[in-house]
């Protein structure tokens, strides 16, 4: 079993949730049930994750600005859960649908995992320099090769909004739905100039 508190455990949440569904021993409320808990779990240990880079290793250390951010994520997710669930229920066993083809789609809700790990590391970095990194994807979109190696302080990223792994970000080509990039703490100088143009 995973360990508690990791994308792992989160994404373990997230498939046994869908199985029950798929298996028809839950219904679509037993589900959101089960999935809001997951996602306020799982989104609130990630953002910790994130900060505790910088020394803050509890929810009550975090600013009401953080705090605001983490629920407005939280919340968001909460909006799709829902229409999953139906569609996980419309395409059960019962009615002739795969398994497979429900965890399929369970990739997008994980990986927002690693969304508020950043956002988190961010916001308790404040002023603290990252630079952005590529992920381990075979191809990167073009916005993201601009950005590998801009230096730049925390604070910036964050007031800027652009961030790595935000699904459907304008600034970059990919969306950020598949992005696999990050921002991580670095003692390099602050790049100098504008950003490149994106995306």
């Not at 373990?12 to 589900?31: C, I, K, P, Q």
């Not at 829902?82 to 395409?91: I, K, M, P, R, Y």
């Not at 600034?171 to 990050?182: A, I, K, P, V």
Request: charged share 25%; aromatic share 10%.
């Amino acid at each position: 079993m995973a360990r508690v508190g990791t994308k792992e455990a989160f994404m373990y949440d997230l498939r046994s949730g869908v199985r029950a569904v798929w298996m028809g021993e839950w219904s679509v409320a037993d589900f959101q049930g089960h999935m809001l808990l997951a996602i306020d779990n799982a989104y609130r240990r990630a953002w910790i994750a994130g900060a505790r880079e910088y020394g803050i290793t509890s929810e009550s250390e975090l600013t009401d600005a953080e705090l605001d951010k983490l629920n407005n994520m939280i919340f968001d997710a909460y909006g799709h859960v829902a229409d999953f669930g139906v569609w996980v229920e419309e395409h059960s066993r019962a009615n002739g649908g795969r398994l497979t083809d429900a965890f399929a789609r369970l990739p997008l809700w994980a990986d927002r995992y690693d969304q508020v790990v950043i956002q988190g590391r961010v916001m308790a970095a404040r002023d603290g320099k990252l630079v952005w990194v590529l992920g381990h994807t075979e191809q990167h979109c073009s916005s993201c090769l601009k950005l590998t190696g801009q230096v730049r302080r925390a604070s910036f990223w964050n007031d800027r909004g652009i961030l790595p792994r935000v699904p459907g970000a304008p600034y970059l080509e990919c969306g950020g739905w598949r992005c696999d990039c990050d921002l991580i703490p670095t003692d390099a100088p602050i790049s100098r100039g504008r950003l490149p143009s994106l995306p």
